[in-house]
């Protein structure tokens, strides 16, 4: 029986899988500031992974906002989802929106020539009070905000009409929680927490 919290071979190369697919595949500048902690469970960092409110994991990304750079997001937060040792059902989830939510920035937020502008992604995995992990997922552009949209106006099967509406109602069915807010400049952020299962492996403690 090992510790909980415990590094397991699943967990590190999950980390190893992460890792190299950031630095094969993106320049320096679009790399994740923070993808896991480096050694995140070991004794001399004093800290107690099963306390409720410790952070688990992180994952940062700045990516231009292109259809081709969803699934590269995708497979970064299938990655955080296996280094967390999340059932395969919860990280096909999560994955799912997340990549609604990208969809949308590539899709709504920077119409003309400002079709490149940043698609920022930060996701937080956390210890509940009552045990399990909390992941909140916040997906950020710098476009065009939330502004309403003639909808109705528009022919049914017209991308205006169907995209964005239809990609947050799928999200809120994947989700805990969904919110989404944009400020004075323009910028919309959107917030998904959800409640992931954790796989349970034989003799494991959670």
Known sequence: MRRAGAPTKPR?????????????????????????????????????????????????????????RIAYVRSCVRSLGEALELEEQSIA???????????NVVLHAYPGD????????HARATRRERGGIELTV????????????????????????????VGIRLMRALAKSVSLRSDHSGATEVAMTFLPRERVAAGRVI
């Open 12 to 68: 590190q190369a999950a980390i190893s899988d992460l890792e190299s697919q950031v630095r094969r595949f993106l320049p320096h500048r679009e790399r994740p500031r923070s993808v896991l902690p480096e050694h995140p469970h070991e004794p001399d960092q004093g800290l107690d992974h099963s306390q409720a409110g410790a952070v688990l994991a992180e994952l940062q990304l700045r990516l231009p906002a292109r259809a081709e």
């Open 93 to 103: 989830d999560i994955g799912l929106a997340v990549t609604e939510a990208c969809t």
């Open 114 to 121: 400002r079709s490149e502008g940043p698609l920022c992604l």
């Open 138 to 165: 916040c997906v950020r552009d710098s476009g065009r905000g939330l502004q309403a949209r003639p909808e109705r106006a528009l022919p049914v099967g017209h991308p205006e009409r169907t995209g964005l509406g």
